[in-house]
């Protein structure tokens, strides 16, 4: 035993003395508050000068054993020697002179600092020990009183068993005395401030609290109480609140540890069962013991019947626990339990898990030696029951989803057009399945589809949004420049000039225009660098104001200013909102005419395809009439979203503008559901040549000018045969009668596109919507069967 000097395991000098404890016998002796006989202590002290001293040889101790044992009485009385684990130890240091029995013959210090984990960040005990330090030092010198009252919990496993303990620690400092070797270096009440939120910092901690300045004298009382229990039941909830919580592999491991270190039972086996609807067990399977199963799992029970009169049967239908502790002698045995021997199983406890009074499964411990598991046993786990009846709900509730939703998990949200085939395809699934048959969902097709292809596109999306993005960034880059200067002004510090400058280079970087990277870099930037130094100075009063200004502009939900890219994506919503709600009501409505399956994708803008033909439906035919009637549609519909937009213009916050577009395919196709992508697909070489050019037209330009086919007030007509000319020209005469276009057509030549070549394109002006209403989709259908009856 020797003075401890700093070192990897604590930074401060530590000293053992008992100078405060021989003090405490003194005054109380003098003060009347022992017995008579006691006072004979103060000659022995008197002829023990050396224990008032620093103690630096173990020889010390050894020399007045007798007495040294005597005065800890007052510390750790004699009647809890072989019942109390505590130690006496220098300051902070695993070094311990006196101990208890029950200390001795459960623990050791080098057992604790070799693999004791302790409950805070890192698990790292030289963390906790410097800390708890410096908060002393503060306390007493700096005046600052810090509530840290958070439990110290040592875990520790055992190297035989494998079995964790945790240890609730209690620290005895009324014995020890912090020594400054100088006058305290003072601290800014900013800094104390800073450092308590940086509570585990110890390297920030020891640049404020330097270890040269202090020495703890005297001695600590290490009390460590067992929480195994309370602790790892707690654990066990907080485990078991996990999604999939007692079907994930990792989960089981870790629960049934716990439950192995409650009972002290390295070699306790955890089951899990749980029943049906119709009160049929449910045995998860598993190909080794770490996983979530039943303990019944390897018998393999064929029918309900062979629960009958097991211990199973009565555990769930009596709703309490049952304990076999030795199932070779219990006289009642069934098959269940005969299997449970030959697996290895003599001792079982079942614990039913029960939800608004029905049992919905079980809980198993189950052990190999006879008598470990018993009725005493049983409240151990009792708590964490409802925790094992909720996760258990869960997966009922889930899995009864999933065999609901078979067919759809397969497939998609299936349109109620097609839905009839992918029942078909799920019956025939399902089927092969209960035979036993490895079979996945057979391919659904629609072949002879005539697909009708739109989108209303905002112009300009990614220029608008880059511009809103960069004038916020911009923004915010000034008023956090400004706002530095004025502090710095006041403050003079070096840290702010070179955040000022950093801010100014960022500034000018993104003046120049916004390059890819540039918005994440600024963003982390304000919120790592500006908003700390911001937050830093806002308690103080005198920038208070300024800082409230400052933070006027940001918005509360991003810390940043988000003023013009917020209103672009507001505006942007709103008309892709418009929009989407339009097609969603008018293609309800236009099932009526033919039924068809109907998609939609949201971008920056939308974009829709309509699939008909008769071998989507089951028992209608499907001809010519009803495809002019959808391309009829189509146009109107085009022209209503057109007066859609046009008068939602003045709610918008920006400034935006749709183009319209339509792809015109004269030929019929197949289209293949594909699971993988839960999409339908075109199908075969030739229909992809359609995909191709509907990926790339909104880009078309008008063949040798720069001009883009897509314009706002327009509607551009995409095809490759001539003969849709004459069919579009006499809905244009449809239109133009109606008052909805106005002016020329545009008959037109595109440029070449990769994979898209000999396009022409139609474009017509849609007429402006000041004095017409807005349609209802009912109406649309009239328009159509309007133009049908004058052709």
């Not at 499964?361 to 470990?372: K, R």
Request: with cysteine; aromatic share 10%; hydrophobic share 40%.
């Amino acid at each position: 035993m020797h003075v401890s000097t700093p070192g990897k395991n604590f930074p401060f000098r530590s000293v053992l003395s008992l100078k405060l404890l021989i003090d405490y016998w003194e005054q109380s002796i003098q003060n009347g508050a022992v017995p008579s006989f006691v006072k004979g202590l103060l000659e022995q002290l008197q002829n023990a000068p050396e224990l008032r001293k620093p103690i630096e040889d173990v020889a010390v101790l050894d020399k007045h054993r007798d007495l040294v044992n005597f005065l800890m009485t007052a510390v750790i009385p004699t009647a809890q020697n072989d019942i109390e684990l505590s130690a006496a130890t220098i300051p902070f240091q695993f070094q311990s002179f006196f101990s208890t029995r029950a200390f001795d013959r459960t623990l050791s210090f080098a057992q604790i600092e070799e693999s004791a984990k302790v409950n805070i960040p890192g698990q790292d005990i030289r963390t906790g020990k410097t800390i708890h330090a410096c908060l002393l030092i503060l306390q007493q010198f700096y005046g600052v009183e810090i509530n840290f009252d958070k439990p110290i919990l040592f875990t520790i496993r055992d190297q035989k068993s494998g079995l964790d303990k945790v240890y609730k620690v209690e620290i005895g400092k009324q014995f020890t005395e912090i020594v400054c070797k100088s006058t305290p270096r003072p601290i800014d009440p900013k800094i104390i401030k800073f450092l308590t939120e940086k509570v585990y910092d110890i390297d920030l901690w020891l640049q404020y609290i330097r270890p040269e300045d202090f020495e703890f004298h005297g001695f600590m009382i290490f009390r460590m109480v067992d929480v195994t229990e309370q602790e790892m039941l707690s654990a066990i909830k907080y485990d078991l609140l996990e999604k999939n919580a007692v079907t994930k592999r990792e989960s089981f491991a870790t629960i049934q540890q716990k439950l192995r270190s409650i009972f002290g039972l390295p070699a306790m086996r955890l089951g899990l069962a749980y029943f049906d609807s119709n009160n049929n067990i449910i045995l998860n399977t598993g190909d080794d013991e770490e996983c979530w199963k039943s303990l019944m799992e390897d018998t393999q029970p064929e029918t309900s019947c062979d629960f009958h009169g097991s211990v199973y049967e009565r555990s769930w239908m009596e709703k309490r626990y049952v304990t076999i502790e030795n199932l070779e002698t219990y006289p009642f045995k069934s098959t269940i339990e005969e299997r449970l021997l030959k697996n290895g199983i003599k001792n079982i406890l079942l614990a039913p898990l029960i939800d608004d009074g029905e049992t919905i499964g079980m809980l198993e411990l189950a052990t190999d030696t006879p008598g470990l598991l018993n009725a005493i046993s049983a409240n151990k786990v009792e708590n964490a029951l409802p925790m094992f009846t909720a996760a258990v709900k869960r997966v009922k509730e889930e899995t009864s989803t999933e065999v609901r939703a078979i067919i759809q998990e397969e497939c998609t949200n299936i349109h109620p057009t097609v839905q009839w085939r992918f029942l078909e395809a799920g019956n025939n699934l399902l089927t092969k399945r209960r035979r036993g048959e490895k079979a996945a969902l057979e391919e659904i097709s629609f072949k002879d589809v005539y697909p009708l292809f739109g989108l209303a596109d905002v112009r300009n999306s990614s220029v608008e949004r880059t511009s809103a993005i960069q004038k916020d960034l911009q923004q915010n880059l000034r008023l956090a420049k400004d706002l530095l200067q004025k502090i710095n002004s006041q403050k003079k510090l070096p840290l702010l000039e070179e955040v000022i400058f950093k801010t100014e280079s960022q500034l000018a970087k993104i003046n120049l225009g916004l390059a890819s990277g540039d918005e994440s870099n600024v963003l982390e930037f304000l919120k790592l660098e500006i908003n700390p130094l911001v937050d830093h100075f806002e308690t103080e009063k005198e920038f208070d104001k300024l800082i409230a200004r400052y933070k006027h502009h940001l918005d509360p939900v991003f810390g940043v200013v988000y003023k013009r890219r917020k209103a672009f994506e507001e505006s942007l919503a709103l008309i892709n909102r418009t929009i989407s709600n339009l097609l969603d009501e008018a293609q309800v409505s236009a099932q009526k005419m033919f039924p068809h399956y109907f998609e939609k994708y949201q971008t920056d803008g939308i974009e829709f395809t309509l699939y008909v033909g008769s071998s989507l439906t089951k028992d209608r035919k499907f001809d010519a009439f009803y495809l002019k009637n959808f391309r009829l549609w189509q146009l109107l519909l085009m022209t209503e979203i057109d007066k859609r937009i046009d008068q939602l213009k003045p709610k918008l916050k920006n400034e935006l503008d749709i183009t319209q577009l339509l792809l015109v395919h004269d030929q019929p196709l197949s289209i293949r559901f594909r699971p993988d992508e839960k999409q339908f697909d075109v199908d075969g070489a030739y229909d992809i040549r359609y995909e191709i050019v509907k990926k790339r037209i909104d880009k078309a330009r008008i063949k040798n000018t720069n001009e883009r086919l897509t314009q706002p007030g327009k509607i551009a007509i995409v095809y490759n045969q001539m003969k849709m000319e004459d069919e579009y020209s006499r809905y244009f005469e449809f239109l133009r009668a109606k008052g909805l276009i106005t002016g020329n057509v545009e008959f037109l030549e595109l440029e070449e596109l990769p994979g898209a070549n000999g396009l022409k394109a139609m474009r017509i002006e849609i007429a402006q919507h000041k004095s017409l209403p807005l349609l209802s989709k009912d109406e649309l259908l009239k328009n159509i069967a309007d133009a049908m009856t004058l052709q």
